[in-house]
């Protein structure tokens, strides 16, 4: 069956060619699904006919936004960490012990059906492709529950053993089981290996070690890198050929230079700031030097319980020097990108077709309008899903 979504008062396409500007936008625009593809995209005159029609009523319209950093298996609950620390209290990651003790005592059913709550959430604000992290269990048999679970929800898994260092065990002795029986167990289970590369956490050798043994077992890397300080994660990324550097907080010019000369994308965080108080990223200065930038909800239970990519979205204007076509932009075809896909996060004939209907003349509305949902419609795989 083929749909044609007409009557778009404009069209992100995230492809120039198509369009006005770096979006490719197109006004008074159509787009054609064939199955789960996108087939055809232009001005609404022009468009070819269809099985089914659907009428915008000139609204806009965006590709799936493409959520590349999750972190949605969990239990537990962290309201009381987040009341203190609105108090005056600093986050300094400890919490993530909490919510490993919650994790590690809920069953699976209870794993999966939070993950689906979120994932459904997300959906409903727009978000057609979303990552999912392990790290909240950080033992062989938890790590890699979390890895099947959260593979019943996304083809987007991450293998996060080297999340922290659980009480248990010292650094050394969990970095060698996190790159010996642990990974033998999760690799088959995750597309990713990432590693929280930071103070209180693992350091850059210990970093270095984890990703390259994932590497080894065929896993592509990624790295929490440069979030609560400087360290060495953006670098080791880069020179790892990573697909991306997640939270890039603190950059020193090397940093930058870095990101600018390689391909590694640099995924921004903005819920992880605004959740605590912490300074936010200059995505002002990574898009000036021509770095690719994602944008991403960092959806956890302690330091960013949010699904909502608009809500990341009017963040990023407003505090870190984005314009709202650079925002929408890192939040789609940023966050494909960031997972090295080319089938989302753009509309365009090939394309896979996600697209997001908004309540609204303009993508601009996503930051002009924060907090109001504009999400109006949403289609995954051709499929209208919301």
């Known amino acids: 069956m083929s749909l044609l979504v007409t009557g778009l008062s404009s069209l992100v396409t995230n ?7 770096p979006l490719g936008v197109i006004r008074d625009a159509a787009v054609v699904f064939e199955g789960s593809s996108v087939a055809w995209v232009g001005e609404a005159s022009q468009a070819p006919d269809a099985d089914q029609v659907h009428q915008a009523g000139g609204r806009a319209a965006i590709p ?15 309201t009381a960490e987040f009341n203190a620390r609105m108090s005056g209290v600093p986050y300094t990651a400890g919490g993530i012990r909490t919510t490993v003790a919650a994790t590690r005592a809920a069953s699976d059913a209870e794993l999966s059906a939070g993950v689906a709550r979120l994932v459904a959430e997300a959906l409903r604000q727009g978000t057609t492709v979303i990552e999912c992290k392990s790290g909240y269990g950080l033992t ?4 890699a529950r979390a890895l099947r679970i959260a593979g019943e929800h996304t083809d987007e898994v991450t293998y996060l053993g080297a ?23 999760c690799a088959p289970h995750a597309r990713w290996v990432d590693v929280f590369c930071e103070r209180g956490a693992f350091d850059g050798d210990q970093a270095r070690a984890v990703l390259e043994a994932g590497i080894k077992k065929g896993l592509a890397p990624r790295i929490h890198a440069n979030q609560l300080g400087h360290g060495p994660g953006v670098r080791i990324a880069v020179e790892l050929g990573a697909a ?7 950059l020193t010019d090397a940093d930058v230079d870095a990101l600018a000369s390689g391909d590694t994308v640099a995924t921004l965080l903005p819920g992880a700031e605004f959740s605590t108080r912490a300074t936010y990223p200059d995505a002002r200065r990574l898009l000036d030097a021509g770095v690719t930038v994602a944008l991403s909800t960092d959806c956890n239970p302690g330091s960013s319980f949010t699904t909502s990519m608009p809500f990341c979205i009017a963040v990023a204007v407003r505090e870190m020097g984005m ?13 494909a990108r960031a997972l090295r896909r080319t089938d989302v996060g753009r509309i365009a004939p090939g394309a896979r077709a996600d ?8 993508h601009v509305h996503l930051a ?18 919301v």
């Open 355 to 362: 697209l997001v209907l908004l309540d609204a003349p303009s």
């Open 368 to 385: 002009y309008r924060p907090g109001v949902p504009l999400v109006s419609a949403v289609w995954q795989r051709g499929h209208r899903v």
């Open 244 to 250: 991306s550097a997640d939270h890039c907080t603190h």
């Open 140 to 143: 062989v048999e938890d790590e």
């Open 163 to 185: 999340h922290v260092v659980p009480p248990e065990l010292d650094a050394d002795a969990y970095v060698d089981l996190v790159t010996g029986p642990m990974l033998d167990r």
């Open 323 to 335: 314009t709202p076509d650079e925002a929408v932009r890192a939040a789609t075809l940023g966050g």
């Open 15 to 21: 492809d120039p060619s198509l369009g006005e500007g």
């Open 64 to 78: 799936g936004f493409v959520d590349s950093h999750a972190h949605l298996v969990f239990a537990g609950d962290r």
